[in-house]
């Protein structure tokens, strides 16, 4: 069972009528939320795991600094998401997976470091808007420190970068 499924046996499924993740819905991130789960997906490539809110962006992004690097796992944002101008809290760890941005546009992103701050994976047809105010040797909007095996396509970045 992943992560996405609910399950009777555990009594976690969810009545039409419960306000789960409610607030979540919002394509403008308030700071705090952060979803209890992904939209749908099983994390492959014909069936990658959706990310639909900023609430939902928030778990992905928590879940890599605290150490998940999500290595063959793939992931497909589905709407354009606006991360407020609030400081992006959420920066840190190592991505190996696969971002299909989908065309879709994050923006609002404040940080010291880039979206994905260590980057072995994939990210692709994502459009970043925002500001990365770095006081570190590396700096970058898409990603902080791209490895060797990383790939960046098809991304846009009007994003302010700043070496403090």
């Not at 928590?62 to 796992?73: N, T």
């Amino acid at each position: 069972m992943t992560e996405n499924e609910e399950s009777s046996e555990t009594g976690d499924n969810i009545d039409e009528d419960d306000d789960v993740d409610a607030d979540v819905d919002s394509a403008l991130w308030d700071g705090v939320t952060v979803a209890s789960r992904f939209e749908s997906g099983m994390g492959t490539k014909g069936d990658p795991i959706i990310i639909k809110t900023p609430a939902q962006f928030a778990l992905f992004a928590s879940k890599v600094q605290s150490g998940e690097s999500y290595s063959d796992i793939y992931f497909k944002l589905v709407s354009d998401i606006n991360l407020n101008d609030i400081y992006w809290s959420y920066s840190g760890g190592t991505f190996s997976g696969y971002f299909d941005g989908n065309g879709k546009t994050i923006e609002g992103y404040s940080s010291t470091k880039g979206l994905f701050d260590q980057l072995y994976g994939s990210v692709c047809n994502l459009t970043i808007k925002g500001c990365v105010r770095a006081s570190e040797s590396y700096i970058g909007s898409v990603s902080g420190r791209a490895y060797s095996n990383a790939k960046i396509q098809n991304c846009v970045s009007y994003v302010h970068l700043m070496n403090s």
